[in-house]
T-cell receptor, first 113, second 115 residues
Framework: AQSVTQLDSQVPVFEEAPVELRCNYSSSVSVYLFWYVQYPNQGLQLLLKYLSGSTLVKGINGFEAEFNKSQTSFHLRKPSVHISDTAEYFCAVSPSHGQNFVFGPGTRLSVLP | DAGVTQSPTHLIKTRGQHVTLRCSPISGHKSVSWYQQVLGQGPQFIFQYYEKEERGRGNFPDRFSARQFPNYSSELNVNALLLGDSALYLC??????????????FGPGTRLTVL
């Protein structure tokens, strides 16, 4: 079985500052990794995903994430955040056979003016 | 093009009742997945359907069932509702073929409240 940990439930950051949202996972099999964003009163939107290849993955809205197999981590980063980035961010994993999908508890990013 | 649509938007039921939630995927998508998101938590995977067949199932009791129709729309049914079933139910569609590894596009969800 897979599990996902997002250690920070809330991350406040000032506008134009950098941010890192942490994600660690546990799995006995190979996994694929995803980051989703959920804006207030909306469904989830895919930010980026890692399936194979380069461990640095670039996504939409200037976000990127790095897969670290030895540390079982997939941290999300953005060099300069905007007010519009305020949302809930979810890390998710799926085993390579793709028959299940496990989300973390989420991190609420609040960008302050 | 329209995105994933779900109906109803909100629903209030009492314990023991039955509920049916509906989802229409993006045109051309053949796979639909259902998730339960309890307030303050991440979504939990319930089912995935592809070409009208169940392709994946999460750890939910048999009170939860689903089906996919020839037009690829889907229904999620929950019997004998419990207070703990109160949640946002999300539907996601994808092209299909690669299971949950295909990019999933989520609908806005149905907010179910069980009293």
């Amino acid at each position: 079985a897979q599990s996902v940990t997002q250690l920070d439930s809330q991350v406040p950051v000032f506008e134009e500052a950098p941010v890192e949202l942490r994600c660690n996972y546990s799995s006995s099999v190979s996994v694929y990794l995803f980051w989703y964003v959920q804006y207030p009163n909306q469904g989830l939107q895919l930010l980026l995903k890692y399936l194979s290849g380069s461990t640095l993955v670039k996504g939409i809205n200037g976000f990127e994430a790095e897969f670290n197999k030895s540390q079982t981590s997939f941290h999300l980063r953005k060099p300069s955040v905007h007010i519009s980035d305020t949302a809930e961010y979810f890390c998710a994993v799926s085993p390579s056979h793709g028959q299940n999908f496990v989300f973390g508890p989420g991190t609420r990013l609040s960008v302050l003016p | 093009d329209a995105g994933v649509t779900q109906s109803p938007t909100h629903l209030i039921k009492t314990r023991g009742q039955h509920v049916t939630l509906r989802c229409s995927p993006i045109s051309g998508h053949k796979s639909v997945s259902w998730y339960q998101q309890v307030l303050g938590q991440g979504p939990q995977f319930i089912f995935q359907y592809y070409e009208k067949e169940e392709r994946g199932r999460g750890n939910f009791p048999d009170r939860f069932s689903a089906r996919q129709f020839p037009n690829y729309s889907s229904e999620l049914n929950v019997n004998a509702l419990l207070l703990g079933d109160s949640a946002l139910y999300l539907c996601a569609s994808s092209l299909g073929g690669r299971g949950l590894l295909d990019t999933q596009y989520f609908g806005p969800g149905t907010r179910l409240t069980v009293l």
